[in-house]
């Protein structure tokens, strides 16, 4: 049972930062991309960030230049670091990754609040 688990949610004011980490857990041989959505209340899902196992990162427009995806291949985690945080970037934030157990497979943590205030 592979589960993903996200952690570093929170209430922030406009302006500040917070981090976000996800960690993937199991009978895990290989992981590939992993990504960061988030989803707003009324709004679709939509990606935030996504980042190869060789480390190319790719950003939605909206969080360039503000926020930054890592991993550890080592041990299976995606981070976000997230600056300059806009009450815009309020959603509930969920990791994804490519995961390799007894086959390929798309795995989703449960989601993190983040709220910024204005």
């Known amino acids: 049972q592979v589960q993903l688990v996200e952690s570093g949610g929170g209430l922030v004011q406009a302006g500040g930062s917070l981090g976000l980490s996800c960690a993937a857990s199991?009978?895990?041989?290989?992981?590939?991309?992993m990504a960061w959505y988030r989803q707003a209340p009324g709004k679709q899902r939509e990606m935030v960030a996504r980042?190869?196992?060789?480390?190319?990162?790719n950003y939605a427009d909206s969080v360039k230049g503000r926020f930054t995806i890592s991993r550890d291949n080592a041990k299976n985690v995606v981070y976000l670091q997230m600056n300059s945080l806009k009450p815009e970037d309020t959603a509930v934030y969920y990791c994804?990754?490519?995961?390799?157990?007894?086959?390929?497979?798309?795995?989703w943590g449960q989601g993190t609040q983040v709220t910024v205030s204005s």
């Open positions: 980042i190869t196992r060789g480390g190319t990162a």
């Open positions: 199991g009978s895990i041989f290989s992981t590939n991309a």
């Open positions: 994804n990754a490519e995961v390799w157990s007894s086959g390929w497979a798309l795995r």
